[in-house]
């Protein structure tokens, strides 16, 4: 209700039959399209609600789709929303989380549209059959219904438009001799540009001004653009007559109400509105074109008892719209939902209170291993404890790959003993057998917009037996089957930086995570790549913690004492982004020339094929170290390794050097701090977050200079003792643990489902 005449006239009347506490939203669209709304304040005092409450309220977006919280303030305050379909996210929200009745208020479209068009354009049919017999159609004239779809019309009822103030002033002075037309928009809409046009063809010879508000200048003498409602009225009690040209069967506009109330000659046209509301037999009807400029002359040209009789007959127009004409409908029509919404709470009430546990799936799209893999487990974890911390705890589900050669056993130890683990495979289905799918999972006027789908198939239900899924990482190379909702877990967008990816698998990415009901990133670095690159939605974008891998205590108590052998730990994968050639130069510098003494243990997932060159961004690193035999002496290439393993080795190093170019960061400087282990890391954003946010006090160096790098090498070498006394406690670092931050997580994955 911020459409100020709708609003004049529906909130008094809602207070005339009973309803006392009333919300009006104090944000709505900067579209042209609520060109007549406003803000109103005013019914804030009478609710009897915390100023809290009323501040979530007052704050959130609810033509876009409110957040969780303030739909919590709404289901312990209100018992029925009013909604206008604007944007999908505000019928999608509502279906999910408002317990109350659901009330779509229509007052009309134009002859191409429907409302069930509407719904099946922005996929809502589904949502409205989910919220069942607490929705309702609120029609603001009682044909309204007739040519709708089933569901719609079944749950129709009849809430009359008015207007406030019907009683006729007749201040009309018509002092000036001129038509006064209607038509805004005119520059961008064309709707109402081929009414201008229509007009300016009929009647643009005579004497006229055109009103309405012009977001796009049109080049107009006559054009009045945006005026106030005092200069709006001024200009028809000084203008001769009104046209308003609409034969649209379904939807009226105000201005013509506005007119007749101060008194101000109608000329319209037959077929419209105003031939339901009594304007059949009016003098000022017209069937043609022809015919209304004849009457419109005649009224300009000072025909006075033409003129009153047009006057005097057209009151009738406002006496469907008067207030103690609607009101009966109105009391009817609430009643009803009242009635409705009290059988439900019995019943509710009577039901035995079976709460039915939330089901998770934690997905790896693709076949990640080391401390992706890890990062995963480690999600899933903090879901589960998460759900349990909110009180309402979830079963989670971690799906992987089902390639043989992809995993073992031992690379699920991490993996929560209560969260069980399934295997799957990508089904790749077509468009016909992805609008079949659709409908049967209830997604009636779901239509398929790309050539082929993807499924995860786990040999049972793909998955569907989940109520939500989360993927970790975007890495989705066709469209994804939205049969259930998902969440995208988002480490980075490399590619913007980076040619590491196609165009079309890029895309996909990229329409993967548009289609989410979220996106989870740890970094605002990440997360200004979605909004910036992938055009994320803003509301979509839920910044989470970071979660650092968990060290098992029994692996520490393998741990051997720290030898004299002298090594730092360069941990990395055959990625492109991981920076390898200017890393392998930066070693050349530091042994040939700074005369570097320490070992440098390489590990990683397909480390061992580096030097190999197999992929064109390989040759460099290759090429390097077969010219240095002092790379060749000092540089071990140990591939992945276990947990246990990588523990034992990342202990006994004097440092980690992590010497990517460009990502979301590394959780392995976490894991060295843990262990008291320093850490040299490249200078990039993500990575300053993560320093931040940890206290870990890196060392920085230039990862586009191979010189830098090396000779902060060097000043690490000659450095650990000092830094090593400056990294965070273990009770420091344990405020960041799985445990701690999975509040964090099930906040923003609760909200989708």
Same mark, same amino acid.
């Given at each position: 209700m911020n459409h100020t005449s709708a609003r004049n006239f529906e909130v008094p009347m809602l207070k005339r039959v009973g309803v006392s506490q009333i919300f009006l939203p104090k944000r709505y669209p900067t579209d042209p399209s609520f060109r007549s709304a406003n803000v109103d304040y005013s019914e804030d005092e009478n609710l009897q609600i915390s100023a809290a409450d009323l501040q979530i309220l007052n704050d959130a977006n609810w033509y876009g789709g409110a957040d969780p919280e303030a739909w919590e303030v709404a289901n312990k305050n209100f018992d029925l929303l009013f909604f206008i379909l604007h944007q999908p996210d505000v %019928?999608?929200? @509502?279906?999910?989380?408002?317990?109350?009745?659901?009330?779509?208020?229509?007052?009309? %479209?134009?002859? *191409?549209?429907?409302?069930?068009?509407? @719904?099946?354009y922005f996929k809502q049919r589904g949502n409205i059959e $989910?919220?069942?017999?607490?929705?309702?159609?609120?029609?603001?004239?009682?044909?309204?219904a007739d040519s709708e779809p089933s569901y719609l019309q079944t749950r129709r009822v009849y809430l009359p438009l008015g207007i406030a103030n019907s009683v006729v002033k007749d201040i009309w002075r018509g002092e000036k001799r001129q038509i006064y037309f209607v038509c805004p928009s005119i520059g961008f809409n064309d709707y109402y540009k081929k009414i201008y046009q229509d007009f300016c063809d009929a009647f643009g010879d005579l004497d006229c001004v055109i009103a309405g508000s012009q977001p796009v200048y049109v080049s107009d003498p006559r054009i009045l653009g945006y005026v106030t409602n005092e200069q709006h009225v001024e200009n028809m009690t000084q203008s001769r007559v009104m046209f308003y040209q609409s034969q649209e069967p379904n939807h009226i506009h105000y201005h013509p109400f506005e007119a007749i109330r101060t008194g101000m000659p109608l000329v319209f046209m037959e077929g419209g509105m105003l031939d339901?509301?009594?304007?059949?037999?009016? +003098?000022?009807?017209? *069937?043609?074109?022809?015919?209304?400029?004849?009457?419109?002359?005649?009224?300009?040209?000072?025909?006075?008892e033409f003129t009153e009789h047009v006057r005097k007959t057209q009151v009738v127009l406002l006496e469907s719209m008067r207030t103690e004409?609607?009101?009966?409908?109105?009391?009817?029509?609430?009643?009803?939902?009242?009635?409705?919404?009290?059988?439900?709470?019995?019943?509710?009430?009577?039901?035995?209170?079976?709460? $039915?546990?939330?089901? /998770?799936?934690?997905?790896?799209?693709?076949?990640?291993?080391?401390?992706s893999l890890r990062g995963a487990l480690a999600l899933a974890k903090a879901l589960l404890l998460g759900s349990r911390k909110w009180g309402e705890e979830a079963e989670i589900i971690f799906a992987h790959i089902n @390639?043989?050669?992809?995993?073992?056993?031992?690379? !699920?130890?991490g993996l929560h003993p209560d969260i069980s683990r399934r295997s799957f495979a990508w089904k790749i289905i077509s468009p016909a057998e992805a609008r079949r799918a659709m409908l049967y999972a209830g997604h009636k006027d779901w239509e398929p917009a790309s050539d082929a789908y993807m499924v995860p198939d786990d040999n049972i239900q793909q998955m569907t037996d989940c109520d939500l899924w989360v993927f970790v990482s975007d890495r989705i190379r066709h469209a994804l089957l939205p049969i259930r909702p998902y969440v995208l877990?988002?480490?980075?967008?490399?590619?913007?930086?980076?040619?590491?990816? *196609?165009?079309?698998?890029?895309?996909? !990415?990229?329409?993967?995570?548009?289609?989410?009901? $979220?996106?989870?990133?740890?970094?605002? !670095?990440?997360?200004?790549?979605?909004?910036?690159?992938?055009?994320?939605?803003?509301?979509?974008?839920?910044? /989470?913690?970071? %979660?650092?891998?968990?060290?098992?205590?029994?692996?520490?108590?393998?741990?051997?004492? +720290?030898?004299?052998?002298?090594?730092?730990?360069?941990?990395?994968?055959?990625? +492109?982004?991981?920076?390898?050639?200017?890393a392998a130069e930066a070693l050349r510098i530091y042994y040939e020339e700074l005369g570097g003494e320490l070992g440098c243990m390489v590990t990683g997932v397909n480390t061992e094929?580096?030097?190999?060159?197999?992929?064109?961004?390989?040759?460099?690193?290759?090429?390097?170290?077969?010219? *240095?035999?002092?790379l060749r002496k000092h540089v071990s290439w140990l591939g992945e390794i276990s947990d246990q393993k990588y523990c034992d080795l990342l202990t006994r190093a004097k440092f980690l050097w992590h010497a990517g170019l460009i990502d979301n960061g590394t959780f392995s400087v976490i894991e060295a701090a843990s262990l008291g282990v320093p850490a040299l890391s490249s200078d990039y954003p993500a990575m300053r977050e993560i320093d931040a946010k940890y206290a870990l006090e890196l060392t920085w160096m230039d990862p586009n200079s191979s010189r830098n790098m090396a000779l902060q090498l060097k000043y690490m070498e000659g450095n650990v003792k000092d830094l090593r006394g400056r990294l965070p406690s273990k009770e420091q670092l344990a405020l960041h643990s799985v445990e701690n931050m999975s509040y964090s997580y099930w906040s923003e994955v609760r909200a989708c489902m």
């Open positions: %019928l999608s929200q @509502a279906a999910r989380y408002f317990k109350g009745a659901i009330l779509w208020r229509a007052y009309g %479209l134009d002859s *191409s549209q429907s409302y069930g068009s509407l @719904a099946r $989910k919220v069942g017999s607490r929705f309702y159609f609120g029609e603001a004239y009682p044909h309204l339901r509301l009594g304007g059949e037999k009016l +003098p000022g009807r017209c *069937s043609t074109i022809k015919e209304a400029r004849k009457k419109i002359e005649r009224i300009l040209g000072g025909d006075d004409n609607c009101e009966a409908a109105w009391r009817i029509g609430l009643e009803r939902i009242a009635s409705e919404v009290e059988i439900r709470r019995a019943e509710k009430s009577l039901r035995p209170m079976l709460k $039915k546990k939330k089901k /998770v799936a934690v997905i790896l799209p693709v076949e990640y291993r080391g401390g @390639a043989d050669s992809a995993y073992t056993e031992d690379d !699920f130890q877990m988002v480490y980075d967008y490399i590619q913007r930086y980076q040619d590491v990816v *196609s165009g079309d698998a890029n895309m996909a !990415f990229i329409n993967a995570a548009r289609g989410a009901e $979220k996106i989870l990133v740890t970094t605002d !670095f990440t997360g200004q790549d979605a909004l910036q690159y992938a055009g994320i939605e803003k509301s979509k974008i839920a910044h /989470v913690p970071m %979660l650092p891998p968990e060290i098992k205590t029994e692996l520490l108590e393998t741990v051997a004492a +720290p030898s004299a052998q002298e090594y730092f730990v360069w941990t990395t994968n055959a990625a +492109p982004h991981k920076n390898h050639r200017n094929d580096i030097l190999n060159g197999s992929y064109e961004h390989h040759k460099a690193i290759s090429s390097i170290f077969e010219r *240095s035999a002092a």
